[in-house]
């Protein structure tokens, strides 16, 4: 259990374009997931939480328009990089929360693969 | 805000011996949680041991243990019997009170080499 994907898990894109990221919990249902961002031998950095249904919340510095979050179901988020430039390749990762009466504790998250974006 | 601290950037041990990675936290909530997570080169996120702060047992899944001291605020984790496979980047997280709504704290994790 507790299996989350995401899509694609490399992807390369041309400056100005945009590139959705999605994150699926493949095996529980989840209230939140949430979005970060690592660079090379660093520790994650949130960017932002996604409550499925309403509007996400970003941390501070992280420019809303530019990473639109959309959390359309339980099992599904999605983190678009709009007009992308060098400056935001990285690496993405998201994880999910389980809901209440999963057989998975509720106040854990679990993490997808990540997705290396590099923008040329 | 609360913090964590990994004071150990990085860590080798022989296989089969035993290693503990230090962790310390701040915060002023008397109820929370702990974790360690392990991230292998692919860079999936594994977790690998998390205990609750109102719970005096320390945590153990089956090779990996923690020594959780509460009121010094120390969370280390023991990997016994270490294993190639070990070798990995080693997060400590903190997570507040409310739970799977609330974001991870990380550290700045610690790189272990289990060495043959």
Known sequence: GAVVSQHPSRVICKSGTSVKIECRSLDFQATTMFWYRQFPKQSLMLMATSNEGSKATYEQGVEKDKFLINHASLTLSTLTVTSAHPEDSSFYICSASPIIDQQLETDTQYFGPGTRLTVL | ?116
């Open chain 2, 1 to 116: 805000a609360q913090t964590v601290t990994q004071s150990q950037p990085e860590m080798s041990v022989q296989e089969a011996e035993t290693v503990t990675l230090s962790c310390t936290y701040d915060t002023s909530e008397s109820n929370y949680y702990l974790f360690w997570y392990k991230q292998p080169p692919s860079r999936q996120m594994i977790l690998v041991i998390r205990q609750e702060a109102y719970k005096q047992q320390n945590a153990t899944e089956n090779r990996f243990s923690v020594n959780f001291q509460k009121a010094a605020k120390s969370f280390s984790l023991k990997i016994s019997d270490s294993q190639l496979g070990d070798t990995a980047m080693y997060f400590c997280a903190f997570m507040g009170p409310q739970g799977g709504s609330e974001k991870l704290v990380f550290g700045k994790g610690t790189k272990l080499t289990v060495n043959p």
